[in-house]
């Protein structure tokens, strides 16, 4: 089954950079350029902080960057904030009978 | 600026049909370059896509509720709908409509979608 895994969680403390990962694991998902990642806080409306990869909406901080190598994408949040804290999805298009996924979600804890 | 804004009972009993509108506004609803998602997240879990419409009316439901789930539009109203049926404590979710812009990949020629916009959620409880 199509499905994006990302680690349950991840912490840092202020001003370090931390690392979120992704990673496809069929064929339908892993080799198309089109992961976004959201960002939410509990009882608000999910965010988009990034698309077709590397790409940020307007508004959105230059501290979260994407990348992707392989099957597997990745959020980089640098000079991580209190207010960084909360939950990231990432999601892809998918081909076939698939569509779309969403990744499992990581909670990140500003420590 | 567009904005998405569900709506619909926060109680629904099992076996019944749960039925949930997200209206739009700020934004052409009837315009080519936009699908329009249904997605949700039961409590203590991660988010679940449901289904998406595309303003000809055509529906892509995920797999596993394909046999329960119906995605209409009213254009003329500016909105879309979610009916899911035969429901049971496993659909008690926070529901979120979004919106999703249709970009063209040229080198493969076909349109891929990711949500850039999401509704602020309502959640609907399944219990008698």
């Known amino acids: 089954q199509s499905a994006l895994t990302q680690p349950a969680s991840v912490s840092g403390s202020p001003g370090q950079s931390i690392t979120i990962s992704c990673t496809a694991i069929s064929a339908d998902v892993a080799t198309y350029n089109y992961v976004s990642w959201y960002q939410h806080y509990p009882g608000k409306a999910p965010k988009l902080i990034i698309y077709d990869v590397n790409d940020r909406p307007s508004g959105v901080s230059n501290r979260f960057s994407g990348s992707k190598s392989g099957n597997t994408a990745s959020l980089t949040i640098s000079g991580l904030q209190t207010e960084d804290e909360a939950d990231y999805y990432c999601a892809s298009y998918a081909s076939g009978t698939t569509l779309y996924v969403l990744g499992t979600g990581t909670k990140v804890t500003v420590l | 600026q567009v904005q998405l804004q569900e709506s619909g009972p926060g109680l629904v009993k099992p076996s019944q049909t749960l039925s949930l509108t997200c209206t739009v506004s700020?934004?052409?609803?009837?315009?080519?370059?936009?699908?329009w998602f249904w997605v949700r997240q039961p409590p203590g879990k991660g988010l679940e896509w449901i289904g998406f419409i595309y303003y000809s009316g055509t529906t892509y439901y995920k797999s596993s509720l394909q046999s329960r789930v119906t995605i209409s539009l009213d254009s003329s109203k500016s909105h879309f709908s979610l009916n899911l049926s035969s429901v049971t404590a496993a659909d008690t979710a926070v529901y979120y409509c979004?919106?999703?812009?249709?970009?063209?990949?040229?080198?493969?020629?076909?349109?891929?979608?990711?949500?850039?916009?999401w509704g602020k959620g309502t959640t609907v409880t399944v219990s008698s």
């Open positions: 979004a919106r999703a812009p249709r970009k063209w990949e040229m080198q493969g020629g076909y349109y891929y979608y990711y949500i850039d916009v």
């Open positions: 700020g934004a052409s609803f009837s315009s080519r370059d936009y699908y």
